[in-house]
């Protein structure tokens, strides 16, 4: 059974960096079939897509971001990490990550609150 388990702070200042991880189990990150993904929802809002880093290492992020995020992963614990730098008070949000397969995200993790304030 594949699991997702989120951890990190979940408080954080403005203008320093989230930093979240993403802890795989019952999968390897290095699958040709799958890729990981950060998803958030800010309160009262709908999901987004932050970004994505596939088997190979090769990652993709949202435009809406301005290049304040990076992914990045440990393959020998099967563990994939989101950075956001220069974080406000809208980056609060319930954070998720969660599996691709090419047929969408197919098992996500239970989510992390994290709020930013001072």
């Known amino acids: 059974q594949v699991q997702l388990q989120e951890s990190g702070p979940g408080l954080v200042k403005p203008s320093q960096t989230l930093s979240l991880t993403c802890s795989v189990s019952?999968?390897?990150?290095?699958?040709?079939?799958?890729?990981w993904t950060w998803i958030r929802q800010p309160p009262g809002k709908g999901l987004e897509w932050m970004g994505v880093?596939?088997?190979?290492?090769?990652?993709y992020y949202s435009p809406s971001l301005k290049n304040r995020a990076s992914i990045s992963r440990d393959t020998s614990k099967t563990q994939f990490s989101l950075h956001l730098n220069s974080v406000t008070p809208e980056d609060t949000a319930v954070y998720y990550c969660?599996?691709?397969?090419?047929?969408?995200?197919?098992?996500w993790g239970q989510g992390i609150q994290v709020t930013v304030s001072s």
């Open positions: 969660a599996r691709v397969n090419q047929g969408g995200n197919d098992v």
């Open positions: 019952g999968a390897s990150i290095t699958d040709t079939y799958y890729a």
């Open positions: 880093i596939t088997y190979s290492g090769t990652t």
